[in-house]
C-alpha cells in the first residue's frame, strides 16, 4: 500500500566539539542547504519538515524547533518534532520517509541536530529527581555494566572494544565531515587512553559534537528525476520497551532482536550478512559494535566479537560496518541516528567518497536510544524494492 | 485517503494539581481504562505514538517512563513527539495512511504543576534574543490581546463571553477543572492580571493526561457503531517572531483549515484549543465557523489545560460529539508556541 520512497538529498555539516561560527539555525541551514543542493532542489520545493534531536536540555531551549521554524523553511508548512531518546535522529528520517510512503507529501525535508557545546550532556542526562537516586554517571556509566555483562556471557577477549575503536577512528581519517580525526591513532593509543567507565576507555568513547544532518524524502515519481540516484526505503522499522523491569534482558533486550526480525521480514532478507553490503550502526562505545551486530542477527548470539576480530567489519572486510567513523568519531546526539541513516544512504548512491564500500546496493542504517531500549532502523537500496 | 476513524477516548480529571501521582500514575489508568472499554491488549495495537514535554517534567527523557504506563511488554512499535498529543495522533494517522498499521494508541500528558509554567515557557522563546528577557507566556499573550483590542478586532466583553460560555459548558464535563455560571458583567469587574487580560481570559494550569484509539479500514465497526471517521487533518506553523506576523489573526490555522476542508459542509461542532479568551475568537473567525457550530461543548482549554494532552483532548471531545449523534460533522483545533504559533485542524465526520 506504501508509496515508493527515495532520498534524494543529504547534507552534514561539519562536526566539531564547538561550532561557535554557528547559531543552531545555523547548524540546521547548513547542513539542509547541503541537503538541497545536492537534490538541486530549492526552500520552496520541499512540503514539509520535520526536526529531530534529543534531550531539550541540551541546549536549554523548550521545543526549540518553534524557534527554528522559519529557518529551516518550515515556516506556513507543516512541521513535526521528533524526540525518541538516542533513537531519534532514525526515528526522524523514519517519520519523514513515513510522510512521502503515506502519500500526504511529496517531498519532505528531515533534519535532525544537536548543539551540545551550549550545555554539558552528562550532566544534563543526570538532574536529580525526587524520590529517584542521581546516578551521575552519564550514558557511560550506565552502559559499562551492560557491556560487562555481555563481555562475561559471550566470553569475547578484552581489546575487542579496542580493534573497534581502531577501526572506527582509521575510517574517520576518510571522512570529511568527522569530529574526531586522530591521525596517530594506534591500538596502543587507545588501550593506554584512561579508563572512565571500565571496561570502557576515553577512546572508545564517542565526542560530544555540534552538528546536524539533513535528508530530502521524494515520492517515486520525482525521486527518479532526481539528478543524483536515490537511495529507495526498503524497510523502516522501530521497537521500544521500558527501561526495567524484573527479567528485562538489558544486554541482549528483545525489542532489538524483535525489530530486527521485522526490519527484514519486510525488506525481504533472509539472511542480512549475505544480503546486505554494510551498515551503518549507533557504537557510542566501542563494545556495542558486536552487541548490536548479534542484535542486529547479522551474526549469531556471542558471536559478534568474531566479526569484529577478524576484521570482517573493516572498511575492506565482507561487512564493513561504521565506513563514516561512526559515533565514536562524530556524535552531535539528536542527529547521529539520522547520519547513520544517511551514511547507509550515501553507501548505496555511491556517493561515499574515500569511505565508500565498492558496489554497495543494500546498506542498514541502525540507532538505538535510551537504557538499550528504543531502536530505530531503515534499509535502502540502489534498486527499488 | 485510507478511511481512519476516533473510535476510543479517555482522560485523567484535570485538576490544578495531582500531589500524589506522577505523570506515569496519571497515565496509567487512563491508558489501561482506555484498552479495556476497547477490549484491546498490546499485542492488538500496532503503533503508538505519544506527545510530552521534557520541560514540564524538568527532566531529560521524561517521556520514556510513559512505556511504562503502555506495559510495553513485549516490545511495541513506538514513536513519540515532543508536542502535544494532537501531533502525536497526526503521525499516527500518517502511519496508518502508509498501511503501517490498522489500529493506533496515541496519549500525551503534562504535569506543569511542577514547575513555574508561564516562565517555563518562555523558554520556547528565541535563546540569543528574546528569552533572556524572561516574557512569560500570559506577557506574550496579552500583547497579543491588546494588538487586538486596539485594532478593534473585538472587545473585551467578546473575550468576557468566551469565558461565559466555555465555562457554562463545562459544567457537563465531569473532567473539567473550571466550570459554572458567571455573568460577563461581573467578570469584567475583576481586576487585571497583565493587562488586558483578566483571570477568566487565562486558562488554568492543569496536569492531566488523554488517550485515544484511531483504527483504519473494515474493522473500525468492531469497535464503534457510529465512528469519527477523519475527513481533513492538516497542521502548520509560522514563524515565531512577533514581528513577523500579523498578531491580530491566526494565518496558520486558516491555511490548515482550508486544506482541511473546513469549509465544505456545515460544522456543528469546533472544539478549540485557545489558552487566551482572545485566541479563541481568532481561531474561530480563521476557521470560518459561524452561528449554527457549537463552540467548545467540553468547556475548551479555558476549562482545564493539560499542556501536551490539551490539543488530543479537543480530537477526543470531538469525537465523541459525533459518537453520541450530536454532530455530523465536528472539527478540532490544537495550538503549540507563543500566540497561536504552531496550528492544527482535524476534521471528523460520523457518515
Redo the contacts between chains.
Keep these: 500500500m506504501a508509496e515508493r520512497c527515495g532520498v534524494v538529498g543529504i547534507g552534514q555539516t561539519n562536526y566539531e566539539a564547538s561550532r561557535v561560527d554557528l547559531s543552531m539555525a545555523g547548524i540546521l541551514r547548513e547542513a539542509a542547504q547541503r541537503a538541497l543542493d545536492d537534490a538541486e532542489l530549492t526552500w520552496k520545493d520541499i512540503d514539509a519538515v520535520v526536526i529531530g534531536k534529543a534531550p531539550d536540555m541540551f541546549e536549554g531551549v523548550m521545543m526549540p524547533e518553534l524557534f527554528l521554524a522559519d529557518a529551516v523553511g518550515g515556516a506556513y508548512k507543516p512541521m513535526l518534532r521528533v524526540h525518541t531518546a538516542g533513537s531519534v535522529g532514525g526515528s526522524t528520517g523514519i517519520v519523514g520517509a513515513s510522510l512521502v510512503q503515506s502519500g500526504v507529501h511529496d517531498r519532505v525535508l528531515a533534519v535532525a541536530f544537536e548543539k551540545q557545546s551550549e550545555s554539558n550532556a552528562m550532566w544534563a542526562l543526570t538532574v536529580s529527581m525526587p524520590f529517584s537516586v542521581a546516578v551521575v554517571a552519564g550514558a557511560g556509566g550506565f552502559f559499562a555494566p551492560l557491556i560487562r555483562g555481555y563481555m562475561r556471557r559471550s566470553g569475547a577477549p578484552e581489546d575487542t572494544g579496542i580493534r573497534v575503536a581502531l577501526k572506527d577512528r582509521l575510517n574517520a581519517l576518510k571522512n570529511p565531515y568527522a569530529h574526531v580525526k586522530m591521525e596517530d591513532v594506534s591500538f596502543e593509543l587507545i588501550s593506554d587512553s584512561p579508563m572512565l567507565w571500565d571496561p570502557v576507555r576515553y577512546l572508545e568513547t564517542c565526542p560530544s559534537s555540534d552538528g546536524a544532518c539533513a535528508m530530502i524524502f521524494a515520492n517515486e515519481k520525482l525521486a527518479s528525476k532526481a539528478p543524483t540516484r536515490p537511495a529507495w526505503v526498503h524497510a523502516t522499522e522501530m521497537r521500544s520497551e521500558p527501561t526495567a523491569f524484573s527479567g528485562r534482558d538489558q544486554v541482549m533486550p528483545q525489542a532489538t532482536l524483535d525489530n530486527a526480525a521485522a526490519l527484514y521480514k519486510k525488506a525481504g532478507i533472509t539472511n542480512p550478512r549475505q544480503e546486505l553490503d554494510c551498515a551503518e550502526i549507533y557504537v557510542p562505545f566501542s563494545w556495542f559494535e558486536p552487541m548490536w551486530l548479534e542484535g542486529m542477527r547479522i551474526t549469531d548470539i556471542n558471536e559478534g566479537w568474531k566479526m569484529t576480530y577478524e576484521g570482517a567489519t573493516a572498511l575492506d572486510g565482507d561487512f564493513p560496518i561504521n565506513m563514516s567513523g561512526g559515533v565514536l568519531s562524530s556524535n552531535p546526539i539528536g542527529a547521529s541516528g539520522l547520519i547513520r541513516f544517511a551514511e547507509s544512504a550515501l553507501q548505496v548512491r555511491g556517493q561515499a567518497g574515500d569511505h565508500q564500500v565498492d558496489g554497495a546496493k543494500k546498506a542498514l542504517g541502525h540507532a538505538y536510544g535510551g537504557g538499550s531500549q528504543y531502536f530505530s532502523t531503515w534499509i535502502v537500496g540502489s534498486e527499488k524494492p | 485517503?485510507?478511511d481512519v476513524a476516533v473510535v476510543g477516548f479517555t482522560q485523567s480529571k484535570v485538576s490544578r494539581r495531582e500531589f500524589d501521582r506522577n505523570e506515569t500514575e496519571i497515565l496509567m489508568p487512563v491508558i489501561q481504562e482506555l484498552k479495556k472499554e476497547m477490549n484491546l491488549e498490546n499485542t492488538d495495537i500496532d503503533f503508538i505514538c505519544s506527545g510530552s514535554?521534557?520541560?514540564l517534567a524538568?527532566?531529560?527523557?521524561a517521556?520514556?517512563?510513559g512505556?511504562?504506563a503502555v506495559?510495553?511488554?513485549?516490545?511495541?512499535?513506538?514513536?513519540?513527539?515532543?508536542?502535544d498529543g494532537a501531533?502525536a495522533l497526526?503521525?499516527a494517522w500518517?502511519?496508518m495512511?502508509?498501511?503501517?498499521a490498522d489500529i493506533s494508541l496515541v496519549y500525551g500528558f503534562g504535569k506543569p504543576s511542577m514547575g513555574d509554567l508561564p516562565h517555563?515557557?518562555a523558554?520556547?522563546?528565541?535563546?540569543?534574543a528574546?528569552?533572556p528577557l524572561w516574557p512569560d507566556a500570559v506577557s506574550m499573550a496579552a500583547l497579543q490581546a491588546r494588538l487586538c483590542l486596539d485594532g478593534n478586532v473585538f472587545d473585551e466583553r467578546a473575550m468576557a463571553d468566551v469565558a461565559v460560555r466555555d465555562r457554562s459548558h463545562a459544567k457537563n464535563n465531569p473532567f473539567a477543572q473550571v466550570s459554572g455560571d458567571f455573568e460577563a458583567d461581573a467578570l469584567l469587574a475583576e481586576p487585571y492580571l497583565v493587562s488586558p487580560l483578566r483571570k477568566h481570559d487565562c486558562s488554568p494550569i492543569s496536569d492531566g493526561a488523554s488517550a485515544i484509539i484511531l483504527v483504519a479500514g473494515d474493522r473500525v465497526g468492531e469497535f464503534c457503531d457510529r465512528p469519527a471517521w477523519i475527513r481533513g487533518f492538516?497542521?502548520?506553523?509560522?514563524?515565531?517572531?512577533l514581528g513577523?506576523r500579523d498578531l491580530t489573526q491566526s494565518?496558520?490555522t486558516a491555511?490548515a483549515g482550508e486544506k482541511a476542508g473546513v469549509g465544505k459542509d456545515k460544522v456543528d461542532v469546533a472544539e478549540i484549543y485557545a489558552p487566551f479568551s482572545h485566541q479563541s475568537i481568532l481561531v474561530e473567525r480563521a476557521l470560518g465557523v459561524g452561528p449554527e457550530t457549537t463552540l467548545n461543548p467540553s468547556g475548551g482549554a479555558l476549562a482545564g489545560n493539560p499542556i501536551m494532552a490539551t490539543g488530543l483532548s479537543r480530537i477526543g471531545e470531538a469525537a465523541a460529539q459525533v459518537w453520541n449523534g450530536t454532530a455530523d460533522r465536528a472539527v478540532a483545533h490544537a495550538t503549540?508556541?507563543?500566540c497561536l504559533?504552531?496550528n492544527l485542524v482535524c476534521v471528523l465526520e460520523g457518515n
Design positions: 485517503m485510507r514535554s521534557d520541560y524538568g527532566q531529560s527523557f517521556f520514556v517512563a512505556l511504562d506495559g510495553a511488554w513485549p516490545p511495541v512499535s513506538e514513536s513519540h513527539v515532543e508536542m501531533w497526526y503521525e500518517v502511519k495512511q502508509m498501511g503501517y517555563t515557557m523558554l520556547q522563546l528565541d535563546p540569543y528574546v528569552m492538516e497542521h502548520i506553523v509560522e514563524p515565531q517572531d513577523a494565518r496558520s491555511i503549540s508556541g507563543p504559533q504552531q
